[in-house]
């Protein structure tokens, strides 16, 4: 079974920077999509962030110019730079793979809160 371990989360002020892993077990990343998706209390999980097997990357238009996705194979691992954070982004951070849909179960995710 494939497991998910995100990590990075934290309380940071408006305009703050947090910078996200994701440790993947398993499977390598390096065949598989792979995405960040969050999700804030009381909304539907969304995705904000992917990257594609040969590093196609698309993000989100909330996110976009402030978030970065990136990848060590070497180390398994999956990377979200967030930057300018915004109050609004205050949500469970997950990472899975998959384009539009998740391919395995969630992790715990991590919790990231940015204070007005």
């Known amino acids: 079974q494939v497991q998910l371990v995100e990590s990075g989360g934290g309380l940071v002020n408006t305009g703050g920077s947090l910078n996200l892993s994701c440790e993947v077990s398993?499977?390598?990343?390096?065949?598989?999509?792979m995405g960040w998706w969050r999700q804030a209390t009381g909304k539907q999980r969304e995705l904000v962030a992917r990257m594609n097997r040969n590093y196609g990357i698309q993000y989100s238009d909330s996110v976009k110019e402030r978030f970065t996705i990136s990848r060590d194979v070497a180390k398994n691992t999956l990377y979200l730079q967030m930057n300018n954070l915004k109050p609004e982004d205050t949500a469970i951070y997950y990472c899975n793979g998959g384009i539009t849909d998740p391919l395995w179960s969630w992790g715990q995710g991590t919790q990231v809160t940015v204070s007005s």
């Open positions: 398993r499977v390598s990343i390096r065949t598989y999509p």
